[in-house]
């Protein structure tokens, strides 16, 4: 989904013709404020921005996306655009920033990499979502083990740290591996890391 936000009426509609036959699914809106009414945190996609546009600007909408916990990629289309806006906007994240006229394979082009990255962000959400619902899942004993472990602990040391028998610690290993999905301790740092500090 791509969702064209310009104050221009001729522009929104050659946008939404071109993206259409380059297969994308589009939302039109007139002004920033009208995007932001419609807007929800289920949203997917990219923005197509104007930066001047009568009430709050581009820079404004994109940064009001920006405090959302799911941003959608901002690329800017302008006819007014310097160099300051411009790195003022990419330094705001903005993907990508054009100018008006702009060449169709160049916007396209834009397009299709800003929607790569709101895929792989998304991805990464509910990978993240889902590991933290496999760590809730963990016993109070496992969770010490699996914090004890992915700080480089040995059986031995937990075992000796924690009044556990050496069996009983390899046993919670094992489940907490079955549990966080690793396959190997590497995996299951990696995972820790990934998790942040354990709450």
Same mark, same amino acid.
């Given at each position: 989904?791509?969702?064209?936000?310009?104050?221009?009426?001729?522009?929104?509609?050659?946008?939404?013709?071109? @993206?259409? %036959? /380059?297969?994308?699914?589009? #939302?039109?809106?007139?002004? +920033?404020?009208?995007?932001? =009414? !419609?807007?929800?945190?289920?949203?997917?996609?990219?923005?197509?921005?104007?930066?001047?546009?009568?009430?709050?600007?581009?820079?404004?909408?994109?940064?009001?996306?920006?405090?959302?916990?799911?941003?959608?990629?901002?690329?800017?289309?302008?006819?007014?655009?310097?160099?300051?806006?411009?790195?003022?906007?990419?330094?705001?994240?903005?993907?990508?920033?054009?100018?008006?006229?702009?060449?169709?394979?160049?916007?396209?082009?834009?397009?299709?990499?800003?929607?790569? @990255?709101? %895929? /792989?962000?998304?991805?990464? #959400?509910?990978?993240?979502? +889902?590991?933290?619902?496999? =760590? !809730?899942?963990?016993?109070?004993?496992?969770?010490?083990?699996?914090?004890?472990?992915?700080?480089?602990?040995?059986?031995?040391?937990?075992?000796?740290?924690?009044?556990?028998?050496?069996?009983?610690?390899?046993?919670?290993?094992?489940?907490?591996?079955?549990?966080?999905?690793?396959?190997?301790?590497?995996?299951?740092?990696?995972?820790?890391?990934?998790?942040?500090?354990?709450?």
């Amino acid at each position: 989904m791509v969702h064209v936000v310009d104050d221009d009426e001729s522009l929104r509609t050659a946008m939404t013709r071109l @993206l259409s %036959a /380059a297969g994308y699914a589009v #939302r039109s809106y007139a002004s +920033a404020g009208e995007f932001a =009414l !419609a807007y929800s945190e289920d949203l997917t996609g990219c923005v197509l921005l104007d930066v001047r546009m009568p009430g709050p600007s581009g820079l404004d909408l994109q940064a009001s996306l920006a405090r959302r916990a799911n941003p959608l990629p901002v690329i800017f289309l302008t006819g007014h655009g310097d160099i300051p806006m411009s790195v003022r906007a990419m330094k705001a994240g903005a993907t990508d920033f054009l100018t008006k006229p702009v060449q169709g394979s160049e916007l396209l082009a834009a397009v299709h990499a800003a929607l790569q @990255l709101e %895929a /792989a962000s998304r991805r990464e #959400r509910v990978q993240g979502q +889902a590991r933290q619902e496999r =760590l !809730a899942s963990l016993t109070g004993k496992e969770r010490e083990v699996y914090q004890r472990v992915t700080t480089g602990q040995p059986n031995k040391q937990i075992a000796a740290e924690t009044g556990m028998a050496e069996r009983t610690v390899k046993a919670h290993r094992a489940e907490v591996m079955r549990k966080m999905g690793a396959n190997s301790l590497a995996e299951l740092v990696h995972i820790a890391e990934a998790l942040g500090s354990p709450k």
